[in-house]
């Protein structure tokens, strides 16, 4: 049979969705999902969850495979860097913020709602 | 000839076993199993793309998931055509072949071409009935090494489209081919076409989805080999769904004073990579490409072009263009590439791109890389938004917003309009056009 697809089930994207399991973070590692055919960096710090798109807006390129230095996710390949917290670009190349999206915890599932 | 298409629907992935069940329904010359053996051995010791290798690292191909899409291993399950032709509007075809999920379901030609020899079918038959020609020319310019893709289709392309012209024969009426893919299926199609010396044709190719949001997985190669003094013009419409992921290499070899005149409209799509190649391989050999591209919501097309002067004497001209809407992404990577030895090149490439919102991207790297030291290369690249000065003027005319937007859109495009001497495509393509712009507020 063909794969069953799942467009049938209309996502608002508004709405809240489930990511990852919180144990699936690692504090001050970030990680890479899929949400929506759309893919996020979360990021466990301080104590807090934080979400932004996985898009360095320099190049175009992902920010998953890069480190954190302090609040910044550093792009691996250029070394723009965007604050986890809320998506702003601090370091050039990048001139523009990276989307951030909001985050909440429903139990141990962590729930996103993304932002256009 | 009209069949039945038929694609199989039995849950497989493109796995070992899957590729062994392939051959087995297959009824094809042992030259193309061994072809076929060879693709499915590289596929098998190749990785994926990924963002590392440079003609990638700017395509977000991570969502693609291969296993969410079946092989087509046999031929048997109807599968009704309700994909829209666009190009045949007042055309006289000389021939057509359509298809279905990369299986050819109908297949004609005028006999009075085929009585000087033209040949229009699936390739899949020809490999059998025409088996000299087909193996001379099969892969001879795509190769199944070039990346996974390029070897999983090389392993495993169903139907495809074989136009042959002889020495000296002109086919003065289009060849019409139109490839449609059902909702979630496969299309692994492949085009050879092959005009001996002095041969005249002009192909009209398109592919369609049955829905604007229909999904799919279209793995496809295209070879156009030209002959001294052959004159071609081949165009492609792609209007896939938005939920498509397109795989292709295009390749074309121009002999000797041969001309190509190559059009390319890119349409649909949630994914599409397109690695182009024009070689130039005969002295006096010319060709002209036009590209058009417009995208919306969150498509991301990649073209990768590369106009390879081999020989000298040889003329490029690559044109492609953008217009970008919502959140999509274009990239455009052109290459001239000029051997030793090709003096007197003169070659041209560029590449424009109109923003309609601020959060379309494009990409445009234009390239050059010349190894002689007697010839005429330039490139160029632009990128910018609508002028909204443009688009107040003609409201203050009575326009919509709708309507100046589209007026601006169509003069960008006119460049690319005025190149293209056939009318059913200048108005396929406005019409597509039409259909993709917003109605912006």
């Known amino acids: 049979m063909w794969p069953v697809s799942n467009k049938e089930v209309i996502i608002n994207p508004r709405d809240f969705q489930y990511a990852c399991e919180l144990g699936e973070l690692t504090p001050g590692k970030p990680s890479t999902f899929e949400v929506d055919d759309r893919f996020v960096v979360l990021v466990q710090l301080d104590g807090q969850v934080y979400c932004i798109e996985d898009l360095c807006t320099h190049d175009g390129g992902t920010l998953g495979d890069g480190e954190l230095e302090g609040h910044c996710l550093v792009c691996p390949r250029h070394g723009a860097k965007f604050d986890v917290r809320n998506g702003h670009v601090t370091c050039m190349p990048a001139t523009e913020n990276t989307p951030s999206h909001e985050v909440k915890l429903d139990g141990s599932r962590i729930m996103i709602r993304l932002n256009d | 000839m009209n069949t039945t298409a038929t694609t199989n629907s039995a849950a497989s992935s493109f796995?070992?076993?899957?590729?062994?069940?392939?051959?087995?329904?297959?009824?094809?010359?042992?030259?193309?199993?061994?072809?076929?053996?060879?693709?499915?051995?590289?596929?098998?010791?190749?990785?994926?793309?990924s963002p590392r290798d440079e003609n990638w690292m700017r395509s977000e191909i991570r969502g693609f998931r291969i296993n969410k899409f079946a092989p087509n291993i046999e031929e048997n399950v109807a599968i009704p055509e309700t994909s829209p032709v666009r190009l045949l509007d007042g055309v006289n075809a000389a021939g057509s072949l359509r298809s279905i999920n990369g299986i050819v379901t109908h297949e004609e030609l005028d006999p009075s071409y085929a009585a000087r020899?033209?040949?229009?079918?699936?390739?899949?038959?020809?490999?059998?009935?025409?088996?000299?020609?087909?193996?001379a020319h099969l892969n001879s310019l795509v190769s199944p090494k070039s990346d996974r893709f390029s070897a999983l289709q090389s392993a495993m392309w169903t139907g495809g489209y074989f136009v042959y012209v002889p020495r000296n024969v002109i086919v003065d009426r289009p060849i019409h081919i139109h490839a449609?893919?059902?909702?979630?299926?496969?299309?692994?199609?492949?085009?050879?076409?092959?005009?001996?010396?002095?041969a005249e044709a002009t192909i009209l190719y398109e592919c369609a989805s049955p829905s604007e949001s229909a999904s799919g997985f279209h793995c496809g190669a295209v070879e156009l080999v030209q002959k001294g003094n052959s004159h071609l013009r081949f165009v492609s419409l792609q209007d896939w769904g938005q939920n498509v992921w397109q795989f292709a290499h295009q390749r074309a070899s121009v002999g000797r004073d041969a001309t190509v005149q190559w059009t390319v409209a890119a349409m649909g799509a949630r994914f599409a990579q397109i690695d182009q190649r024009v070689a130039l391989v005969?002295?006096?050999?010319?060709?002209?490409?036009?590209?058009?591209?417009?995208?919306?919501?969150?498509?991301?097309?990649?073209?990768?072009?590369?106009?390879?002067?081999?020989?000298?004497?040889?003329?490029s001209d690559f044109l492609y263009k953008s217009v970008l809407q919502d959140r999509s992404r274009?990239?455009?990577?052109?290459?001239?590439?000029?051997?030793?030895?090709?003096?007197?090149?003169?070659?041209?490439?560029?590449?424009?791109?109109?923003?309609?919102s601020d959060t379309a991207r494009s990409d445009s790297i234009p390239g050059l890389e010349i190894n002689a030291d007697d010839v005429r290369c330039t490139h160029g690249s632009t990128s910018g938004r609508v002028d909204e000065e443009l688009i107040f003027y003609a409201q203050s005319r009575g326009f919509t917003r709708a309507e100046a937007v589209r007026m601006i859109v169509t003069g960008f495009f006119q460049q690319i309009f005025d190149r293209i001497t056939i009318e059913s495509v200048r108005e396929a393509l406005g019409a597509a056009i039409a259909r993709q712009v917003r109605q912006y507020d």
Request: negative net charge.
């Open chain 2, 330 to 356: 274009t990239v455009w990577r052109g290459m001239i590439k000029v051997n030793e030895g090709a003096q007197k090149t003169d070659g041209y490439q560029r590449n424009d791109n109109l923003m309609l």
């Open chain 2, 282 to 315: 005969e002295p006096g050999a010319r060709s002209q490409v036009n590209g058009v591209m417009f995208t919306r919501d969150r498509q991301h097309l990649v073209f990768n072009t590369l106009q390879h002067h081999v020989a000298s004497h040889c003329t």
């Open chain 2, 180 to 198: 449609a893919m059902g909702d979630g299926a496969v299309d692994m199609s492949h085009t050879l076409i092959v005009l001996e010396e002095g």
């Open chain 2, 117 to 135: 020899g033209v040949v229009v079918g699936s390739l899949s038959q020809c490999a059998r009935e025409h088996t000299h020609l087909v193996q």
């Open chain 2, 15 to 49: 796995d070992d076993s899957a590729f062994a069940r392939f051959l087995e329904h297959r009824i094809d010359p042992t030259w193309l199993t061994t072809l076929r053996r060879n693709a499915w051995a590289y596929f098998q010791s190749m990785e994926w793309p």
